[in-house]
Structures are given as C-alpha cells and as structure tokens.
C-alpha cells in the first residue's frame, strides 16, 4: 500500500513539473508585458499628477517585450490604453476645469 502512494506521488510531482514547463514558458511575456503597462500607468499618473505634463520619456523606446523594444505609449497603445494629462484649469472632457493636475488612463 504504501508502496502505491510512493509512485502515485512520483508520477503526480513528474505530470506538474511537466504541465509547469510547458506553460511556464508562454505566461512569461504576459506577466513581463503587463507588470510593463503596470510601471507605465503608474509612472504616467505620478508624473502628471505632480508636474502637469507627459512624462518626458513617454514616447522613448525603452523596455523589451518579447523581441519588441516598446516605449510606455506603444505598451499602452497596444492594450488599448490612452493616458491623457490635465494641468490645473485645462478642460476635462465631460467634467469641466481640472482644479488639481489629473491623469486619466482608460
């Protein structure tokens, strides 16, 4: 009996060290690719927030997913993403005058 549960146990451990190979490899660069947009969106929100601009770097070529070398608006472009920055007194659309610098990323 114990036996059976010593290769039962074998055989379990080799199936999920094999299902973790095969997938482990393909969750990789999304996981890279959204921690990326993560870095992106918060770097945006900061920057607009405390200095009312883009951050200067936004349009740079910076960070490698997969074999692409994106800056933060291609990432965010590629997920359907637009930040837009508004410095106090500028025109929200839909809300009116920004009384503080806002970022809004949808």
């Not at 393909?26 to 200095?51: D, K, R, V």
């Not at 106090?88 to 610098?101: D, K, L, W």
């Amino acid at each position: 009996m114990s036996l059976e549960l010593v290769v039962v146990a074998i055989v379990v451990l080799v199936v999920a060290l094999v299902i973790l190979t095969i997938f482990g490899t393909g969750i990789g660069p999304f996981g890279a690719f959204s921690s990326t947009q993560n870095l992106c969106t918060t770097q945006f929100t900061t920057t607009c927030q405390s200095t009312g601009i883009v951050p200067s770097d936004w349009s740079v070529p910076k960070y490698t997913v997969g074999n692409d070398k994106l800056s933060c608006a291609g990432i965010m472009s590629k997920v359907g993403v637009t930040c837009n920055c508004y410095a106090v007194g500028q025109s929200i659309p839909g809300s009116g005058a920004a009384t503080v610098n806002t970022a809004i990323c949808k």
